[in-house]
């Protein structure tokens, strides 16, 4: 069993920057594919975030150029630095991962509790 812990959120005025970090523990015998996500309130959970198979970055469109994701394979960390934020980023977000292959089609088994993120204007 994995567990994932999440950190960093908190309120932000428009513009300002947070950086939230995932914690992996656990069992964790081969690689992690790590992502993060979100959801609004009322809204559906999105993806923001993930580290590919061969360790490229992909974000989504609506944070392209203001969120970077990072992961430390070694420790198992997972970081997402999120700049320029705007109140449509007001969201819980939750850090989760499932072992290689990198296969973000099926539902990652492995969930954190979430850390909200305010953004005010």
């Known amino acids: 069993q994995v567990q994932l812990v999440e950190s960093g959120g908190g309120s932000v005025q428009s513009g300002g920057s947070l950086r939230l970090s995932c914690a992996a523990s656990?069992?964790?015998?081969?690689?992690?594919?790590m992502a993060w996500f979100r959801q609004a309130t009322g809204k559906e959970r999105e993806g923001v975030a993930r580290i590919e198979g061969d360790g490229w970055m992909s974000v989504a469109e609506s944070v392209k150029g203001r969120f970077t994701i990072s992961q430390d394979n070694a420790k198992n960390t997972l970081t997402l630095q999120m700049n320029s934020l705007k109140p449509e980023d007001t969201a819980m977000y939750y850090c989760?991962?499932?072992?290689?292959?990198?296969?973000?089609?099926?539902?990652?088994?492995?969930w954190g509790q979430g850390t909200q993120v305010t953004v005010s204007t």
């Open positions: 656990g069992y964790i015998p081969i690689k992690l594919c």
């Open positions: 989760a991962a499932r072992f290689a292959p990198c296969n973000y089609i099926d539902p990652l088994p492995y």
